[in-house]
């Protein structure tokens, strides 16, 4: 539910702890995910259904099986149908999602398909809305498909470098779809943002680093890419972070 000045504050979660963090930070909705650093695939069904269990605000649940591009196999689709009928049946209070042609366009069935078995409840076109080659002919096509909302940087690495295509967007939805402002939000810009480009919300992750030392013993193995991640350690969500900058994000 909006209220009326206020900024609605969604964090990106990668893991049920996350989420935890994120809702004593103060925020207002999470998107759950797993493999941030892969900009956020499928979470287990096993992290919704803690997460829905210990939390009491909404809970938005990527649905995206790999990394790289968003143009999928049939047998992709059909797990992301599978992942996303299993969610909203135990709980999940939207489904975020992003379905393109291989010309980067908005690949309109399989939106439609997705939408159908989201019914009632909120849709979330992701971040793969950057790439399409117009932005403006997307909003539109979201628009008449009834997605409740679009995630974008404004097609720029940051939105702040983004600000004045949401400042657009947000004029031209004129309240008939959501924009939400995500990639880059920090303590140092968010204000800003939320000023220049008009929103009414933003998206948002803020993270450290954890120690697990329980693979120290045999520094020579990598379980990662070619990049090799150490593998004593890991992202967790800043809590001390998120706190500030939903405060900064806070009407004064």
């Known amino acids: 539910m909006y209220i009326r000045n206020a900024i609605i504050k969604e964090v990106c979660c990668g893991s049920l702890d996350d989420a935890i963090l994120a809702e004593e930070a103060g925020a207002d909705r999470i998107e759950l995910n797993s493999c941030l650093q892969q900009g956020g695939l499928t979470p287990s069904l096993g992290t919704l259904i803690e997460a829905k269990k210990r939390l009491k605000i909404p809970v938005m649940v990527m649905v995206r099986p790999r990394e790289a591009g968003f143009y999928y196999t049939e047998n992709e689709i059909r797990v992301m149908e599978r992942d996303a009928a299993l969610f909203l049946e135990h709980g999940a209070d939207g489904i975020v999602f992003g379905f393109l042609n291989q010309d980067g366009t908005i690949n309109t069935k399989m939106t439609q398909r997705m ?118 350690r890991y992202k967790i969500a800043d809590l001390d972070s998120m706190k500030k900058i939903i405060e900064n994000a806070s009407p004064m």
């Open 115 to 232: 939408l159908k078995i989201i019914g009632t409840k909120q849709s979330v076109f992701h971040r793969a809305f950057d790439v399409v080659p117009d932005p403006i002919t997307a909003l539109n096509l979201l628009i008449e498909l009834s997605v409740t909302r679009v995630l974008t940087s404004g097609q720029q690495p940051s939105v702040y470098d983004g600000i004045p295509l949401i400042r657009e967007l947000i004029g031209r939805a004129a309240g008939r779809i959501q924009i939400l402002p995500g990639a880059g939000i920090q303590l140092e810009n968010v204000r800003e943002i939320i000023q220049k480009t008009g929103a009414d919300q933003i998206h948002f992750a803020s993270s450290t680093i954890r120690m697990d030392t329980s693979a120290s013993g045999n520094p020579q193995i990598f379980f990662g890419g070619a990049y090799y991640p150490p593998e004593d």
